[in-house]
């Protein structure tokens, strides 16, 4: 069975930060590019970030310079540093795997940038 378990999120104020961490199971992790999603109230779900198995990093223009991915393969393990929140960076976010057609899904773990 296929899990993938965020944690990590939370109310922060603007401008602080916050470490994302996402537990994957039941697949071959370093297989498998890795990625963070997020969806606000009312709109669709976007990409945040990427990292391939050699570790080759994608980010959405508005995060670049202020959140990171990082994956740990034998921990099977993704991370997303966030720093710099800003009020728009308010979301569900969500852990990717995707190999080929193949994605899994995490349940989401919110974040709420708010003074």
């Known amino acids: 069975q296929v899990q993938l378990v965020e944690s990590g999120g939370g109310l922060v104020q603007p401008g602080g930060s916050l470490r994302l961490s996402c537990a994957a199971s039941?697949?071959?992790?370093?297989?498998?590019?890795m990625g963070w999603y997020r969806q606000a109230p009312g709109k669709e779900r976007e990409l945040v970030a990427t990292?391939?198995?050699?570790?080759?990093?994608n980010l959405e223009d508005s995060v670049k310079g202020r959140f990171t991915i990082s994956r740990d393969n034998f921990k099977k393990m993704v991370y997303l540093q966030m720093n710099s929140l800003i009020p728009d960076d308010t979301a569900v976010y969500y852990c990717?795997?995707?190999?080929?057609?193949?994605?899994?899904w995490g349940q989401g773990t919110q974040v709420t940038v708010s003074s």
């Open positions: 039941g697949i071959i992790f370093s297989h498998y590019v």
């Open positions: 990717n795997a995707e190999e080929g057609w193949t994605q899994y």
């Open positions: 990292i391939t198995r050699a570790d080759r990093i």
